[in-house]
Nanobody, 125 residues
Framework: QVQLVESGGGLVQAGGSLRLSCAAS????????WAWFRQAPGKEREFVAT????????YYADSVNGRFTISRDNARNTVDLQMNSLKPEDTAVYYC??????????????????WGQGTQVTVSS
């Protein structure tokens, strides 16, 4: 089993920045792909970004590409999401997720085995 705990959410004005962190524990050596998802009120959970265990490649949703950066620190067992130029439409609960197999380009929520509890990000206009 793998346990994931997110932190770093909060309230920020449009154009500002936030950095989310996901602390992983347990059988983290079994994880192949790490990801961030988000879910806004009344909407389905959507993919934000993925990174494989070696951190060599990253993959982003079009809506955040160029503004968000996902990174993996194997020594600290963390996965971070740096969010810049935030927009009100980025408001959502952000979730860290992980899976032990598959491609970093496979980004449906049902393809991920482990989830954190989520952290709220609110961007005011």
């Amino acid at each position: 089993q793998v346990q994931l705990v997110e932190s770093g959410g909060g309230l920020v004005q449009a154009g500002g920045s936030l950095r989310l962190s996901c602390a992983a524990s347990g059988r983290t050596f079994s994880i192949y792909v790490w990801a961030w998802f988000r879910q806004a009120p009344g909407k389905e959970r959507e993919f934000v970004a993925t990174v494989p265990w070696d951190g060599r490649t990253t993959y982003y949703a079009d809506s955040v590409n160029g503004r968000f950066t996902i990174s993996r620190d194997n020594a600290r067992n963390t996965v971070d999401l740096q969010m810049n130029s935030l927009k009100p439409e980025d408001t959502a609960v952000y979730y860290c997720a992980a899976r032990p197999r598959g491609s970093y380009e496979e980004v449906r929520p049902d393809q991920f085995d482990y989830w954190g509890q989520g952290t709220q990000v609110t961007v005011s206009s």
